[in-house]
């Protein structure tokens, strides 16, 4: 994904919000409603009324990235409107930013090693 790389914390915001907002009104945002620092590296997922729009902002180390789509066709698979964030891994993030169905994504779990040789 542009400008999103390696393993990250990702946060969906579970109400939509008004999509005029920039990089400085979600980040505003997320230290004013969801009582977190928007500097920490986490990756805060916002969407609009509609479904059909998603807002990523992200800060990479140097500055704060804001990335948008708007899907022309369809909506994007969302929770159920709620307080709160919910957390999604970043393959589920790829999944949503794609328009799939990112609740069927899940990471393949085997039994842990008992020893290293």
């Known amino acids: 994904m542009i400008g999103i790389e390696g393993a990250v914390r990702v946060l969906v915001a579970a109400k939509p919000v008004d ?3 920039g990089m400085d009104g979600l980040a505003a945002l997320v230290q004013q409603q969801l009582g ?3 500097f920490s590296g986490v990756v805060y ?5 509609r479904a059909d729009r998603v807002k990523l902002l992200h800060w990479d180390g140097t500055g704060l990235v804001l990335i ?5 066709a369809g909506q994007f698979r969302w929770p159920a409107i709620r307080d709160g964030v919910i957390r999604l891994t970043p393959a589920q ?3 949503l930013v794609e ?3 990112w609740t069927r994504v899940r990471a393949v779990r085997g039994p842990r090693p008992t020893s290293a040789g």
């Open 36 to 38: 977190a620092d928007p």
């Open 93 to 95: 993030l790829s999944a």
């Open 68 to 72: 948008a789509k708007r899907l022309e």
């Open 99 to 101: 328009g799939l169905d």
């Open 45 to 49: 997922v916002f969407r609009s009324k």
């Open 19 to 21: 999509f005029r907002k």
